[in-house]
């Protein structure tokens, strides 16, 4: 890892990824039906394993490959993280051991942060044939604070531009390595937090840790609790969309 990466191997980073909003159900349908035989799935930047430690419901074994050792230490202790078909990998996309082959790969917000060049060559020899590369991201639909918020968070920001997945998206369909097929999209599905973990969730992304904020890290939360305290919001209720784009080899 390197760069803004590097935040991912904090520990403190590793256990407020509980408070992100999950990935909805319709997602894992849409993944199980295109997982291809012999039913193995990679999932290269598979953090604390948010789609891994699902997906062993319907695969044959789940690679879960992260180059966090804090990352996989928290997944391993969250729901799922100990199943016998999860097989937890420390190392990096570009050059970690592998069991090819695979009927699927999914990467969850995570492509972006990868080096193309490298991974999408060895994505198309370790598919099995047939098999898709999926893309996978949420989409958080906020109500009328957003804007408000967005406005703190670009403020206090470690810098003014993070990879995002639809870069690497378009990365992807410029490679020639692999082709877009199509996406998918799920209906919004209800989540709902307090403001204090929504505001934790806030310090989980790669440029708003506690670490990165330092001295600033309370006027940021005191900033982002006045907003929804002048809205009288205590408990925020939006939508999660989930994403799939799908990759075949090109």
């Known amino acids: 890892m390197s760069g803004l990466g590097e935040v991912f191997a904090d520990d403190a980073v590793a256990r407020l990824y509980r408070r992100r909003p999950p990935y909805p159900e319709a997602v894992f349908a849409m993944l199980q039906r295109r997982l291809e035989s012999p039913g193995t799935i990679l999932d290269a930047g598979a953090g604390t394993g948010a789609l ?12 879960a490959l992260d180059p966090s050792a804090a990352m996989i230490a928290e997944g391993r202790r969250l729901p799922g ?7 937890w990998i420390l190392g990096r996309a570009e050059d970690a051991p592998l069991a090819p082959p695979y009927g699927l790969i999914t990467c969850g917000v995570s492509l972006h942060w ?3 060049a490298v991974v999408l060559p060895r994505f198309r020899e370790v ?19 957003r804007d408000e918020v967005w406005k703190i968070t670009d403020r206090y920001a470690a810098t003014s531009h993070h990879p995002e997945t639809p870069e690497a998206v378009a ?4 490679s020639g390595v692999f082709r877009i097929e199509d996406e998918e999209r799920t209906d919004p599905m ?3 937090q307090s403001v204090d973990e929504y505001i934790e969730f806030l310090h989980s992304t790669s440029t708003l840790t506690r670490r990165q904020l330092g001295e600033r890290a309370k006027s940021f939360d005191d900033e982002v609790r006045t907003v929804f305290a002048r809205r009288g919001i205590a408990q925020l209720r939006y939508g999660v969309v989930g994403i799939v784009t799908w990759a075949a080899i090109a």
């Open 52 to 63: 891994a430690r699902t997906m062993t419901t319907f695969a044959e074994r789940v690679d």
């Open 81 to 87: 993280g100990g199943d016998g078909r999860l097989r």
């Open 114 to 116: 990868m080096d193309l």
């Open 127 to 145: 598919l099995a044939p047939g098999a898709h590369l999926a893309i996978v991201d949420n989409q958080n639909i906020h109500g009328p604070y």
């Open 171 to 174: 990365a992807v369909r410029a």
């Open 190 to 192: 209800p989540f709902e």
